[in-house]
C-alpha cells in the first residue's frame, strides 16, 4: 500500500511540462502573431464573408463578387506575409504593424493579383462553359490546370511582393516556374488553402478564428523556400 503512495507522486511529477520561461515566450509570440493575422484578414475580407454569408453561390453573381475577389484577397494575404516577415526578427506582433504593411501593399497587391485571378477566372469559365460541349474532355482538362496554376502561382508572387520592392514582370515568369519546380510544396498549399476555406465555409466563425493564420503562416514559408530555397534568391534587377 505505501509503495502504491510512494508511485504516486513520482507518476504525477513525471506528467510536469518543464519548458523553459524563453519558450513559453517564444510560444506565446507565434500564437499572438497567428491571432493578429486571423484578426486582420477577417476585417480586411468582411465585405466578401458578408456577402457569402447571403449569397452561398458567389459564381451566380459575377458582377458582385468579381470586384470583391479583386480587391479585398490579395492585400490581406500579402499584409498577412508582410507582417510574418516583419516579426519573425523582433516577435513585436502589433495589430498596427498588420495595418501598416495592409496599407503600404495594397496598391503592389492588387498590381500583382489582378492579372492572376483574371487568368484563373478566364479558366474557370471555360471549365463551366465547356465542359458539356464535344472539345471539353480535351480542353476542361487543361483550362482547370491552368486555373491551379494561376491560383498557386498567386500566393508564391504576394509573398515575393510582400518583401521585395521589385515592381517587374519578371514575377508573372517567376511564380508559375517556382510552382511547377516544386510541385510538391505547391500541392501542400492547395491542400492546406482548400481544406481552410472548406472549413471556414462550414464553421464561418470558428474556422476564421483559428485557420486563417496558421495555414497562411505554412503557406508564406513554403513559398519563400520556392523562391530562395529552390532555383536560387531572386537575382537583382538591372536597372536601366
Same mark, same amino acid.
Given at each position: ?7 504516486? $507522486? &513520482? ?17 506565446? #509570440? ?31 453573381? $459575377? ?16 499584409? =498577412?506575409?508582410?507582417?510574418? &516577415? ?32 483574371? !487568368? ?6 471555360? !471549365? ?8 471539353? /474532355? =480535351?480542353?476542361?482538362? *487543361? ?7 494561376? /491560383? ?16 517587374? *514582370?519578371?514575377?508573372?515568369?517567376? =511564380? ?11 500541392? *501542400? ?5 482548400? /481544406? ?12 476564421? /478564428?483559428?485557420? $486563417? ?19 536560387? $534568391?531572386?537575382?537583382?534587377?538591372? #536597372?536601366?
Amino acid at each position: 500500500m505505501s509503495s502504491a503512495r510512494a508511485s504516486a $507522486p &513520482a507518476q504525477g511529477a513525471r506528467l510536469r511540462l518543464n519548458v523553459a520561461h524563453s519558450s513559453w515566450e517564444l510560444i506565446w #509570440s507565434h500564437v499572438q502573431r497567428i491571432l493578429i493575422v486571423n484578426l486582420g484578414v477577417a476585417l480586411a475580407n468582411l465585405p466578401l464573408l458578408a456577402a457569402l454569408q447571403v449569397w452561398h453561390q458567389p459564381w451566380r453573381h $459575377p458582377v458582385l463578387f468579381g470586384p470583391l475577389l479583386l480587391l479585398l484577397p490579395g492585400p490581406s494575404v500579402a499584409a =498577412a506575409f508582410a507582417f510574418f &516577415a516583419d516579426t519573425a526578427e523582433d516577435g513585436d506582433a502589433r495589430m498596427r504593424r498588420f495595418g501598416r504593411a495592409y496599407r503600404r501593399l495594397y496598391g503592389p497587391a492588387l498590381r500583382v493579383s489582378v492579372p492572376f485571378l483574371l !487568368v484563373a477566372t478566364a479558366a474557370v469559365t471555360d !471549365v463551366v462553359v465547356m465542359r458539356t460541349t464535344p472539345v471539353g /474532355a =480535351a480542353l476542361v482538362p *487543361m483550362a482547370a490546370v491552368l486555373a491551379l496554376l494561376m /491560383a498557386l502561382s498567386w500566393t508564391v508572387a504576394l509573398a515575393h511582393r510582400a518583401q521585395s520592392d521589385d515592381s517587374g *514582370m519578371r514575377i508573372f515568369l517567376l =511564380a508559375p516556374y517556382a510552382v511547377v519546380r516544386h510541385g510538391l510544396l505547391a500541392l *501542400m498549399n492547395l491542400v492546406l488553402m482548400a /481544406a481552410a476555406l472548406l472549413l471556414v465555409n462550414q464553421a464561418p466563425l470558428l474556422g476564421l /478564428a483559428v485557420l $486563417p493564420g496558421c495555414v497562411l503562416f505554412v503557406v508564406w514559408r513554403n513559398c519563400r523556400f520556392m523562391l530562395d530555397g529552390g532555383p536560387g $534568391p531572386l537575382p537583382p534587377q538591372a #536597372s536601366g
